[in-house]
Nanobody, 121 residues
Framework: QVRLVESGGGLVQPGGSLRLSCAAS????????MGWYRQAPGKERELVAR???????NYVDSVKDRFTISRGNAKNTVNLQMNSLKPEDTAVYYC???????????????WGQGTQVTVSS
């Protein structure tokens, strides 16, 4: 079992910046990837950015050159720096972790509780 604790989010004006952080904790697991999804009202949840164990990232096209995902200094943490925010970035952002559980010998997914990001003037 992996537990996720998210921080960051809030209200920001268009063109502003926010930083989301997520810390994962759990025993007998190995993290495959950490990332962020978002879900706007009336829309499906979509992948925003993800970083793999080898530190290679990938982004949805709409956030490339504006958002940066990175590993935190503490083990099993991930940050999402969001710059040049637009109203269409408004959504609930969820931290996601894909991990390997050594006892269960299988890959699993864990989700954070979600944090609201609102971009509005």
């Amino acid at each position: 079992q992996v537990r996720l604790v998210e921080s960051g989010g809030g209200l920001v004006q268009p063109g502003g910046s926010l930083r989301l952080s997520c810390a994962a904790s759990g025993a007998l697991v190995s993290i495959n990837s950490m990332g962020w999804y978002r879900q706007a009202p009336g829309k499906e949840r979509e992948l925003v950015a993800r970083i793999y164990a080898d530190n290679s990232p990938n982004y949805v096209d709409s956030v490339k050159d504006r958002f940066t995902i990175s590993r935190g200094n503490a083990k099993n943490t991930v940050n999402l720096q969001m710059n040049s925010l637009k109203p269409e970035d408004t959504a609930v952002y969820y931290c996601h972790v894909n991990y390997y559980h050594y006892l269960l010998e299988s890959d699993r997914d864990a989700w954070g509780q979600g944090t609201q990001v609102t971009v509005s003037s």
